[in-house]
């Protein structure tokens, strides 16, 4: 009795982990669809579908680059394994670049004894907050399962010589001394073109849209009080990153600010303020947004997608598109922003999607795109 | 202006309750036995400039000196003048000369400012749009070298000038130590010279005038075998002023249900920009609130 509880208690123990691994995927969430974040050494071979799609995001996750790229069947002679890890740990300073894998979710879409189709939803950690991704596996049965990979190596970038001979703004200290008058220099003047308060299943939204009306370029914030019928103010907020806080002159940006868990009913005004600030800015590099287009996505999502053309010569890091959508009267009905994950690189361009409510999505007669850019190079 | 009041300790007709207090004060701690008179101080006491105090009686005695900006004490021989010097009388304001010996006696009186040496001077705003109506305001302060503001009335003289054209001058009299004026921006664009000056004393100030929202903006286009290039007229003004280089004019093509978009900053009075569709498209410009003419291209 002495030897034979511990030995049943590790026995137990074994069993327990033993059947917690392997029922894992299948234990959490809603029926027919998988979680994942395996543990260390301890994924599942591929004798299914889900086994093989979910071994090999847990080998992504983990960054095991090599058994990863041996659940790969590749569709394209081209793509190398090192092509497969920039694929998914991002290149040239892009936001991917500094984004782990956290989570992910797959829901089978169909199967066969010999292919599958596979979504899963990408729960990315990044700086700017958590980033969703849906993609679609196409997954092949051979000896085992294997996830297609019909993706291609990045297009190398020619070398090539681009003249740039953009725009910038110092500014410059007077030298003046300290005589009262004699070193001011105004805030650029800046205007709320328009404001629209709405109320959403998540509290209240204030959205619009901001000009520079100056000539030289300004650093734009808008905060937004809300205020009851006391005349008591419930809540303050900032635009923070759903505005182009770098406005050039005449140039317009949408901005959005949210008030999470609070009701429009309660609201009887709102008191806008918009800061701006005199800062030395380029006007390099300048972004195209091409083919924009309002379209119902494979989820049922009304998605504005398009192509950012970055027309100069420099590399942006992480490009930020902020879009503002009008109704038939042109006021602006919602403003919707996102990052592309991918650096945009000189003459290149890459894909950007932006979501709106699909039950604003009938109203949108009309819709305006503005890109932001970080780059890791000072400008 | 200048003005003076005394005040003894047994006449009690101290102005002020602080003033009675202190006076008070001393006469109880005043240890000899020597009487002082009535003070009398200049009718004009102007900042920098040293003064006498006549006495009357003898023996020795305190004097207090309380100003704006500092309290000073010294022992007197009473019969004598007590020469109060220039450094005590700087800044311009009520002062109070307190004399104590067996009894006290205290006179105010009133520093002018000097003579007005500097102007302070400013002007806004540092950028205005052309063609603007009382959109430029300057307000200038006469100091004396003391930094006394000097609030008799002088004409301050101010002058603008912009580029080659002939200076236009306003001369204004001070209130209460303050000249201004209001004036229209100018006609074209650059800087505006506003001075502003009282005898030697003046201050320069710089105004750009710059260009107001665009006028009549106007795009041309064509296809390329990359796409579309599309490009403004030269960028002006209604004043035909041009429209200052890095104003941002939005292109937009817009042909089916897909558009694009481009935010293209003018260089060298033009904004241009390249644009991608296949298909027949319209494009427009925007900068600011300002909208540019239509251009319709065909398919490629």
């Given amino acids: ?379 | 202006m200048s003005s003076s009041t005394n005040t003894v300790c047994k006449s009690h007709n101290a102005r002020s309750s602080w003033l009675a207090a202190l006076v008070g004060a001393l006469c109880l701690v005043a240890a000899s036995d020597a009487q002082v008179g009535e003070l009398r101080v200049p009718s004009r006491v102007v900042a920098g400039t040293s003064i006498s105090i006549p006495t009357t009686g003898s023996g020795t005695g305190t004097f207090y000196l309380v100003g704006p900006s500092a309290a000073t004490r010294r022992d007197v021989d009473l019969g004598q003048q007590i020469s109060v010097p220039s450094e005590d009388l700087r800044s311009a304001g009520r002062y109070v000369g307190i004399l104590c010996a067996d009894t006290c006696g205290s006179v105010e009186f009133f520093v002018m400012p000097a003579k007005p040496v500097s102007l302070t001077f400013l002007v806004h705003p540092s950028r205005a749009p052309v063609g603007q109506n009382d959109v430029i305001s300057g307000v200038a302060l006469p100091f004396d070298e003391f930094r006394n503001q000097v609030v008799a009335p002088v004409t301050v003289n101010f002058q603008l000038t912009a580029g080659s054209s002939s200076p236009m001058s306003h001369s204004v009299s001070s209130q209460n130590g303050i000249a201004w004026f209001r004036a229209n921006s100018g006609k074209s664009a650059g800087a505006l010279q506003v001075v502003a000056s009282l005898r030697d004393a003046s201050a320069r100030r710089i105004v750009q005038q710059v260009a107001s929202d665009p006028c009549n903006l106007r795009i041309k286009g064509q296809r390329t075998a990359k796409g579309i290039m599309v490009e403004t007229e030269p960028v002006r003004d209604c004043a035909g002023n041009p429209v200052p280089d890095g104003t941002v004019v939005t292109f937009t093509a817009k042909g089916g249900k897909e558009a694009s978009t481009v935010d293209a900053p003018i260089k060298q009075g033009i904004a241009r920009a390249h644009m991608t569709a296949a298909g027949p498209v319209s494009i427009s410009a925007a900068s600011g609130v300002v909208m540019g003419n239509e251009l319709h291209l065909g398919a490629q």
């Fill in chain 1, 1 to 379: 009795m002495k030897i034979a509880l511990p030995i049943i208690i590790v026995a137990m123990t074994i069993l327990l982990l033993f059947a917690g691994l392997t029922e894992a995927g299948r234990s959490i969430g809603t029926v027919g669809i998988a979680s994942g974040s395996a543990l260390p050494g301890l994924t599942d071979s591929g004798a299914t579908p889900e086994q093989a799609l979910g071994s090999f995001l847990s080998d992504v996750q983990r960054r095991n680059w090599g058994p990863a790229f041996s659940r790969v069947e590749k569709t394209n002679d081209a793509m190398n394994e090192q092509g497969f890890i920039q694929e998914w740990i991002g290149s040239n300073g892009g936001l991917r670049s500094f984004s782990n894998l956290e989570t992910y979710e797959m829901r089978p879409l169909h199967a066969t004894d010999s292919e599958a189709q596979m979504r899963v939803r990408l729960h990315w950690a990044t700086p700017v907050g958590p980033v969703d991704d849906v993609r679609d596996f196409h997954l092949v049965h051979r000896d085992k399962w294997k996830v297609v990979w019909d993706e291609g190596p990045a297009p190398n970038l020619p070398s090539q010589v681009i003249s740039v001979n953009y725009l910038r703004w110092d500014l410059v200290t007077g030298t003046a001394g300290e005589e009262w008058g004699s070193r001011n220099v105004d805030a650029p003047h800046v205007r709320i073109t328009s404001m629209n308060a709405v109320d959403t299943a998540e509290g209240t939204v204030v959205m619009g849209e901001v000009v520079n009306e100056d000539t030289i370029p300004a650093f734009v914030n808008v905060n937004a009080t809300l205020v009851d019928a006391s005349g008591s103010a419930i809540d303050e907020e900032s635009s923070f990153d759903k505005i182009l806080h770098v406005l050039l002159p005449k140039q317009v940006s949408p901005y959005r600010v949210d008030f999470p868990h609070v009701g429009l009913s309660k609201v009887k005004n709102v008191r806008m303020d918009v800061k701006a600030t005199l800062v030395p800015a380029s006007s390099d590099p300048v972004i195209g947004a091409m083919n924009q287009k309002l379209e119902t996505d494979a989820q049922g999502r009304a998605v504005l997608h398009g192509d950012l053309l970055n027309q100069s010569g420099r590399t942006v890091n992480i490009p930020h598109v902020i879009a503002s959508f009008y109704d038939n009267s042109g006021k602006v009905v919602w403003v919707s922003d996102g990052y592309v994950e991918s650096a945009l690189l000189p003459q290149a361009s890459e894909p950007f999607a932006v979501e709106i409510p699909k039950s604003l999505a009938g109203k949108v007669q009309n819709f305006h795109v503005v890109v932001n850019q970080y780059s890791l190079q000072k400008s």
